[in-house]
Every structure is written in structure tokens, then in C-alpha cells.
């Protein structure tokens, strides 16, 4: 097992370090220039080249890349160019519990509902409750957060005034861009769920739970939900990863001042820092999440440790 | 059992590591982040605190007004470093300077008055009396600070560029002399002067659209590199201080009741600025009292708003640059160099009707500049009219008289063998669909069918105009008078001198004219409207329409203005609660 996990662990050092350099040199591959992309005023090519004397943007690019990778190991992401004064680390420390809050408040409250829509599908499979589910479902995978969210905002904010319409002031106004992004979360999950318990019931386990005279519930519980769960927590790490880093769109709509806008700005206007930045930090997420639920994984399903 | 306990430690791991992050929003200043929500602090009681010092805060609160606006806020407050308008909007409403924008008229703001040397070389500004919001004495040497830095050319300053027509500060820029060497003097606490090397109108107009503002020295040395990044790193001499700053997100404002004119104007105690990026949240935001101004309203929501939506002038314009030496081949250079070439283009355009079709913000315009250009007197365009240039609606019979001159000047038979362009413009839903259009234009009135329309990325594009990349480019910027800024730009020695190499010297000699008078007298305008009708007439730059501001503002807040020069302006609004 140790020999498992220090494997684990060296794969995932070497592939953040394969995230840091590849980004750093596919962001400065991008055709332009920052300073003069960032003004919004016609700048003099003798102001642009002081500027970026300024910035360190006129030093041969591998000598750039050596003095990243040495602020890198010492987690200093330096300061953005499109944000003067802000360093990437104070925008990361600032922004990124709120993206934060926001994905895990969505996942905490869809990941038990969507299970618990999907046990009752499968168990009212052809029943008129299976086909409501399975329609809302449907729904909420095809129907887009964009417009979802204005419908929310249209009743609950501007007819019912229950909630803001948007911003980031107070619980209340995160109920709205919560729920926004529960909607495909529940449906996504609800499926998920369904197929899995169908697919169970035809394993050879469940008829010797049934032969052996277990009762419903204790069928249904012991073998049949727990089973169909165990392939959904390799998916966990990924979606709140995803759900971390994708809730953009409903930032943007909600003005929410996450980490989302950010990460899309700072390409656009190619932001070295930011978006290098940016890209390691959740690079550095997205690899942590996988080695730990990898680890996990391996514990509960002993046939991975083996093939390992 | 181990590997039960590792599991559960491993999910704990997990949860914990992504449940790190998460926590209460609070802002870096743990200030409210509204004004409602400052309302509501302020409002609140202190937990230590009595009844009796609960209600006048109460009452405080209650006499407090605030002010949402949906707009754009700072990307930075580095006063060094803005590029963006955003920006400059903001410090309007926090930084003093000499002179400020009130609309279209220039205003005394710190300085009391100046004085011009007999040979129009020397301005001497005399300073007022006021204090930074430290409690501070605002001084001329801040001034004077703030332009040694700026022009330092160690410091990469963006505002470096705003500053070089001062007396040899392109030279202290190349670092071929002494900062003393420039043609700025500090002459006591209250005063300093600034030279140029020829007599310019346009100098007090210079220093109002492009601001110094006082900082001092010991505070700019303090913060370094975070200047401009917080509330504590901003020192404030204007009308607010910032209260909360989130850039590019959002800005919350309070009045300071020591700035020098604070019993005069900007009579709200907050003012938040949000930046909502989905037009249907703004829309909404606005209807649901969430908010009191929403400027640039998208034009999808104007009819929904259409009972507060007032029109105000952007400044904002279109242009088509035809180049007049073509970067293909010489063929092409031969072509646009032809003047009745570029007129049988010109006329092919109906300039009122292109605009509006693509949003009703947009008014077709055949002038540089904006239709509300106001003098003393009234509006410049109507005070000023050009009757020599191709009318904005453009005459498609004309348009085809004009290209069968040109192919018979050129030795062509057919206009199909003219040689390729390139018309380039960079990605945006609207460029792309007014490119088209006038691309498709030109072939449907003058059959030309040899101009290809390309775009590219924002930065590849701006690199391909400072490159001289692109025969034909499609660009948005500012109509502000000519002779100063963007026009600059294109005179002999300017930054896009090479896109109109060919013009006639006429038009140059124009340009050099309006230096001569006092900016805002007849004589200037007159000056002016003499250089744009020349600068027209040549058909390289091409105005296509203006695009004007429909900001929606709530019934509660009377007398707000939208200036170009500024952004949103607070000075004398009313807020009737």
C-alpha cells in the first residue's frame, strides 16, 4: 500500500510540473501583447517596450521561464499585469473560497437528492413517479444553467421578491445561484443512480441475498444501493472539481465575484501571471482530488490495488 | 479494520481539503460591501455600545443616501498604471486635479487659476487650499511628483505617455537628461508651472482629460508594488474615499466630508459600483430596485426600460481605415492611394442606416466628432457644418461614377481585376456582422468582390495594426475633438503616420493651425472644423457611426449625467427617498 501510494504521489508531483510548464509556454505562444491588449488607449511602441522592460516581458522566454518555476516552488504566483498591485496569490486567497462556497453548497445539497431520486426511479421503475423523475431528469440535463437561472431570478427575485436578483452579500442571495446549479447536479446524478440500481439487480449477488432470505430493505440498503454508489465516488473528486472551476457561467450571471471571471479575463487579456497562475492552482486541485480518491478508491475496491 | 480507518481518514482528507477554501465572504477591509450594507452596520447597535448611542447611528443611517450603479468598475487604482476608462471614471468621483470635465466644460478643481507666459510657453498653476483624506495637505510638489514619476522611465508608467508633449520629457523618457532638465518647476507649496517647446492650445484641455493627480511621495515609496491594489494603498484628495475594492468586480465609495467642495457637490454618502456582466441580471437588478443606475443599457432591454432610459452621448465611435498605402503589394497601394477610389467607397456606405441596424445605440455619423459635441454655444456639429464631405447617407450613383474614374486613372477594364485587400477587423460579434455588412455592401453597389474580410484575436489584430498589417481596418474609438490625442496620431511624425503617408500636406498644416488658439473660443472651433473638413476630404478615415449611452436611471435619483469625458457624473444629483 505504501508503495502504492508514494507511486501515486510522484505521478501527481510530476504531472503538476508538466501542468506548470506546458501552460507557461502555451499562454506565451499566444499571439499579442499584454500591455497593449490591457489599455484601452493607443499606446506609443516606446511606452509599450518600457512597460515591458517593466513587467520582464523583454527577457528571453526561457530565462522568464526559470525565474516562474523558482517563484513557483516557492508558491509565489507573482503580481498580475492586468490587475496592478494585486498579487495572483491574494486574488487566489480571496476569490476562490467564494467559487468554493458556492460549489460545495451545490453538492452538498444535490448529491443527496439526485441518489434519492434515483433509488426511488429505480425502485418505481414503469410507476408514474419513476416517468416524473425521469422527465425531470431529462430536463435538467438538456436544459441550459443560463436559462434556468433567469427563470429562477424572474420568480423568485423580481415577482416574489424572495430573494436579490444577484451579487454576494449574504446567504440569501446564494440560495438562487445554489439552486441554479443543483438543477443538472440533481438530474445528472438522479440518472446516474437509476442505471446503476437496474444494472444490480440482475448481479448473481442479489439473488443469493435473496436466497438467503434477507429482507427488502436489507437488500436494497446493503447490496443494492451500496454497490451502485461504490462507482460514483471515483466521479466525486472530478465533479467537485468541475463543479469548483465550472460554475463560471453561473458566476458571471449572478455577479458573483468568484474565481471564474477571473481565470476567463485574464486569457483575453493574456495575463501571463493570472492565468498561469490560475492554471496551476487548479491544476494543483484537480491532481490533489485524484490522488486522494485514487487512494480511496483503491482502499474500498481492493481489485484496483491489485491490477495497480 | 486499518484499511476501514484509512478510508474514513481519507475521506476526511478529502472533505477537508475541499471544504478548506470555503468560508463567509468577507472583504479585504471587512467593510460592508454595499452600501445597504452599510447602511444596515451602521445601523446595527454595537454589541458594547448602549441604546442610547444605538439611535443616533440609527438616525445617521437614515439621513445616509446610496447610489448602485451597474457599471464597469476599476481594473486598478494605481494611478501610474490605469489604461483602463473604467478606471479614470472612478478616480473622478476619488482623485483632485487641476481641472475636471463637468460635461463637455472644463472646471477649476484644485487650481484657482493660472497664468500663461507672454510667449505662450510657460502655464503657472496656482493651487487651492485642500487636504488628501489622511487629513494630509495636498501640496504642489505632489503634483510635480506625480509627474517625475510618471515620466521616470525605470518606472514603466502607463501614464508616462499622457505627459510627453511636456518641455523635453521625451528626451528625460530616453534617458537623455535630468529630470531637471524638464519643463516642470515646483515654485513654492502652492503653485508650479510647466513649459512646452511651442505655444498649444489644447495644453489646459490636455490636463483635464489626462489628469495629474497629487500623490505624495512617501505614501507611493510605502506601498511599492501594491499602490492602488486596496483601500489603504489609495490616498484620496477627491470627493470619495474608497471603502471597498474588488477589482474589475466592484466599488464601494463614501463621501469625504473635508474635500474641499464637499458642501457644493456630489451630494450622495455611497456609492457602489458592481459590475454585472448578463444584460438580463441588470435589467433585473434594475427593475427590482437592486439597483439605480444601469448605464449602456443592452439594447434587447431598452424597451423593457424604455420609461427611465435616458440617451446620453458615449463619445464612442466607428471608423474604417482605408489605408492609403497598401501593405499587399503595389498594386494595392496603388489602388487605395487613388483619391476617387476611396470616395466611390465612401459613397457606397448609407452610414444612417448601417448603425442603427445593428443596435439602436448606434447613430450614423459622417463626422469625427460626436454629435453632442457641446460649446459655449451650442453643439459643435451643427454650429460647424461641413458641407464638402460625402453625406452620411452616402449616394450609391455617385459611388459607381467615382469607381469608373478610378479603374479608368488605374488602366483597369472590369472592376474584377482589381487586386485582393484585406479588410481586418479583430473578433466581436458586432465587427464581424458590421464588416460583413459593409464588405457586402461594396459588392452589391460597386461589385467589388476582391476585398476579403478577415478577423482576428483582439491581440493578433492590434499587433497587425501597429504592424501595418491590413489594407482596410475596422476599429472603435474615441470621437474627441481633433487636434489633440487620437488625431495626433496620424500627423507626419505620429504613431500611424505610415497609414496615410500619401495625404496632402494641406491637411497637416491644419492640424498646426488649431495649435494657435485658445481651446473653447470661436477661433478654435473654427480652427478645428477647418482641419476636420480637410482630414474628412481625404476619405482614409472613414467615421461610420456614433455610438451614444441609453442609461436606464431609477425615478429616485434626479439630475445624474453620463459625460464622455468622464463617465457617470454624481456632482448635483438629488436622491428622492
Known sequence: MKKYILRRF????????????????????????????????????????????????????????????????????????????????????????????????????????????????ARRRGKPVDYVLVALSAVGVSVPVFIIATVLQLIFAVKLKLFPVALWES?????????????????????????????ILNEDYMRTAKAKGLNKFQIVWSHQIRNAIIPMIPMMGMEIVSLLMGSFVVEQIFSIPGLGAYFVTSIQSLDYTMTLGLTVFLGIFVVAANFLVDLLYGLIDPRIRVAE | MKKKIFAGIMTAALAISLLAGCGTYTTSSETASSPAAAESTAAAPEASGTDEA????????????????????????????????????????????????????????????????????????????????????????????????????????????????????????????????????????????????????????????DPIFPIKKE???????????????????????????????????????????????????????????TASTAASMFENGQADIYPEVDANYIPQLQDYVTTFASGGQYYVWIREQGMSSDEVTKVLDNDNFRLALVYALDRSLIGPALDPN????????????????????????????????????????????ALEELGYSDVSELPEMLYLTYEDDKMKLLGETIVDTWKQVLGITSIQFQQQTIGTAIGSLYGGQYDIFQISGSSTLLGTEEMSYFQPNGEFSFHSTNWDENVFAKFGEIKNYEFGTAEYYKAVSEAEEAFLNENSLVPLYDITNSTAVSPRVKNYMVSQNTGYMLNYVEIDD
Open chain 1, 10 to 121: 510522484f505521478i501527481s508531483v510530476f504531472t503538476i510540473w508538466m501542468i506548470a510548464t506546458a501552460s507557461f509556454f502555451l499562454v506565451h505562444m499566444l499571439p499579442g501583447n499584454p500591455v497593449a491588449l490591457n489599455s484601452q488607449r493607443l499606446l506609443s511602441q516606446e511606452t509599450m517596450n518600457r512597460m515591458l522592460h517593466y513587467y520582464g516581458l523583454d527577457k528571453p522566454l526561457w530565462q522568464q521561464y526559470l525565474i516562474y518555476m523558482k517563484n513557483l516552488l516557492h508558491g509565489d504566483f507573482g503580481y498580475s499585469i492586468q490587475y496592478t498591485g494585486q498579487t495572483v496569490n491574494k486574488m487566489i486567497a480571496t476569490k476562490f473560497p467564494i467559487s468554493c462556497q458556492l460549489g460545495m453548497q451545490a453538492y452538498i445539497f444535490s448529491f443527496p437528492i439526485g441518489i434519492l431520486f434515483g433509488i426511488i426511479s
Open chain 1, 171 to 199: 446567504f440569501r442571495s446564494t440560495i438562487l445561484p445554489t439552486l441554479t446549479l443543483s438543477f443538472s447536479l440533481i438530474a445528472g446524478k438522479s440518472r446516474t443512480m437509476r442505471t446503476l440500481m437496474l444494472e
Open chain 2, 54 to 209: 444605538a439611535e443616533p447611528a440609527a438616525e445617521t443611517a437614515d439621513k445616509e443616501t446610496s447610489v448602485t450603479i451597474l457599471y464597469n468598475p476599476c481594473v486598478t487604482l494605481n494611478v501610474f498604471q490605469s489604461q483602463s476608462t473604467s478606471d479614470f471614471s472612478d478616480y473622478y468621483l476619488i482623485m483632485s486635479s487641476l481641472f475636471r470635465y463637468y460635461g463637455d466644460e472644463i472646471e477649476n478643481d484644485l487650481c484657482t487659476d493660472y497664468t500663461v507666459s507672454d510667449d505662450g510657453l510657460t502655464y503657472t498653476f496656482n493651487l487651492r487650499e485642500a487636504k488628501y483624506e489622511d487629513g494630509s495637505d495636498i501640496v504642489a510638489g505632489d503634483f510635480v511628483y506625480y509627474l517625475e514619476y510618471s515620466l521616470n522611465p525605470e518606472n514603466g508608467c502607463a501614464s508616462q505617455q499622457y505627459f510627453n508633449w511636456i518641455s523635453n520629457a521625451d528626451k528625460y523618457l530616453a534617458g537623455e537628461c535630468e529630470w531637471s532638465d524638464v519643463g516642470v518647476k515646483l515654485i513654492d507649496d502652492h503653485s508650479f508651472s510647466i513649459s512646452i517647446d511651442q505655444p498649444d492650445g489644447s495644453v489646459i484641455r490636455r490636463l483635464t482629460g
Open chain 2, 219 to 277: 505614501f507611493v515609496e510605502k506601498w511599492g508594488q501594491e499602490l492602488g491594489s486596496s483601500p489603504e494603498s489609495i490616498l484620496c484628495s477627491g470627493a470619495y474615499s474608497v471603502v471597498d475594492l474588488q477589482p474589475d468586480v466592484s466599488l464601494t465609495l463614501k463621501k469625504r466630508d473635508d474635500w474641499w467642495n464637499a458642501e457644493n457637490e456630489f451630494p450622495v454618502d455611497n456609492v457602489f459600483i458592481q459590475k454585472v456582466s
Open chain 2, 362 to 405: 448606434y447613430i450614423g455619423t459622417n463626422r469625427v466628432v460626436y454629435g453632442n459635441y457641446a460649446t459655449a454655444t451650442g453643439k459643435y456639429v451643427e454650429e460647424y457644418p461641413l458641407e464638402s464631405i460625402v453625406p452620411v447617407e452616402g449616394d450609391r450613383e455617385k459611388a459607381v461614377e467615382y469607381l469608373n474614374l
